[in-house]
């Protein structure tokens, strides 16, 4: 009998066009705003095309984020907007980082990623802390999400498969190569639907991007 083996998925694969097409429908019926970009170039030149000169924004701790060149042009440009994870990360008093860290959860405008993405239009993050998480689910009062098309995946298991076998190990790594112990997933949250119309923008880039 024919020995069984398992494939291997490749979760840096960007999704075909009609999966990329099923999510733009599927999001966007739940009040997902829903937009795709050939490169993250395009993706970052629209990115900054809605965000106002002097904004109050938290731009979070993101792979896609450096990958697309957001991380780099606000490096460059630092009076483009007033970006309170730098002004936070500056805080040397620990006492008066953690009360900015509360105040951080009810930003106007919230930019981030997310670690997978079903052909559902669900959106699955996961966080060693769950610092980001609050934001993404009410508090912040605009978010943007920017992911690769390499995040989507069919169901909402494999979405909670990628995070664990894909994700964490390319983080945990990350972490470890800084000193630090390593990480682990300790808070996850599903997005199925916006309450609010408007409030929450995904860019897709058909490349891989992030863990």
Not at 27 to 56: C, K, M, W, Y
Not at 91 to 107: G, I, N, P, Q, W
Not at 177 to 183: E, I, K, Q, R
Not at 190 to 210: H, M, Q, W, Y
Request: hydrophobic share 45%; aromatic share 4%; net charge neutral.
């Amino acid at each position: 009998m024919a020995e069984q083996t398992t494939a291997t998925v490749d979760y840096a694969r960007p999704a075909s066009d009609e999966a990329v097409a099923r999510v733009v429908a599927a999001a966007s019926a739940n009040n997902i705003a829903a937009q795709v970009f050939d490169t993250g170039r395009q993706a970052l030149e629209h990115l900054l095309s809605v965000i106002p000169e002097g904004a109050d924004v938290f731009v979070g701790q993101s792979r896609t984020l450096e990958q697309i060149g957001l991380v780099s042009y606000l490096r460059e440009h630092p009076g483009r907007i007033f970006d309170r994870r730098a002004s936070l990360l500056a805080e040397a008093d620990m006492a008066k980082r953690a009360a900015m860290r509360r105040s951080l959860l009810v930003c106007p405008l919230w930019i981030g990623s997310v670690h997978a993405i079903t052909e559902a239009g669900q959106l699955v993050a996961v966080s060693h802390t769950g610092g980001n998480l609050a934001a993404y689910l009410s508090t912040a009062e605009r978010l943007i999400l920017v992911a690769g098309t390499n995040k989507i995946v069919p169901t909402l298991d494999d979405a909670f498969r990628r995070a664990r076998e894909h994700s964490l190990p390319l983080e945990d790594a990350r972490v470890k190569a800084t000193g630090l112990p390593g990480s682990f997933i300790g808070k996850t949250i599903i997005v199925d639907r916006e309450n609010t119309p408007g409030r929450a923008r995904l860019l897709l880039v058909k490349e891989s991007l992030g863990f």
